[in-house]
């Protein structure tokens, strides 16, 4: 049985198997989505069987189809490093560049970073990908990104991991607040404390300062961006705590105060994350040092606001 397959088919099937919708699928590749079910339903011809399960609303791989996807990620990724090994071989960083970054530092930090980034490597295409930590290094892991921009550790022993700077946690209170003494992590443990919905890093990391292993049982606690967190605790609802680079961003609009908590401040190591086996793990040492003078200059700038 000869095959004819081409590799545009095998990046159309990756992307409808890792979004599981055909729609969503051809945004992602920039193709119609009648074009992008020709092209499936083609390769399901050549192979003999069918790849997907099609409902009204998602597909799912059939049990041949997700032995098929794990080769067919094997052979994207193979193509994809040599496309990096070219790379690697210029002497400048040039060409697509995909980064992933956390929500709880991609509004406050990612800015300067692609502005400092442009003006060192004009010739860099950066892509960006804001998702949680988990969907990053399963996104990485499979080459669909470089390198991603994380709270350390991850512990992944396939990944190089460069811890860039570190980050405290402060207590965003009411204003009527402002006063009071701060209260130390048993004080919190008591207190309605508002945190990030499941999934999100930074939620496990204040839990853990607090010493909780869960969220107390109450309802209209969680929220899904450091803002609506900030925005609750305005109207009297609660605290939380915050990245201390989220302060100018998330602060200015509520009727919050923000005090620093006793020593051991609870604190983030920021860092970045790529495959051990990149080609172009130098040129991404590169781009470390750009986030960290990024994250340096922020917090320098910060600093001066507050007359620190």
Known sequence: MTLNLTFKQLRYFEA???LGHFGRAADSCSISQP???VQIKELEESLGTPLFERGARHVRLTAFGEVFAERVRAILQSVDDL???ARASNDGLVGKLRIGIIPTIAPYLLPRIIGNLSLAHADLDIHIRETLTDKLIKELIEGRLDTAIVALPISEPSLTEIPLFEENFVLVRSQEDAGKPVPNRESLREMRLLLLEEGHCFRDQALSFCGLRSPLAREGMDGSSLSTLVQMVGTGIGVTLIPE?????????AAVSIASLNAPEPSRTIGMVWRKTSPLSAQLHQISDVVQRSAEALKTEQCKRSGG
């Open 16 to 18: 409808v198997a890792a």
């Open 245 to 253: 680079m989220a302060v100018p961003v998330e602060t200015k609009s």
């Open 35 to 37: 074009a992008i079910s």
């Open 83 to 85: 496309g990096d090994l």
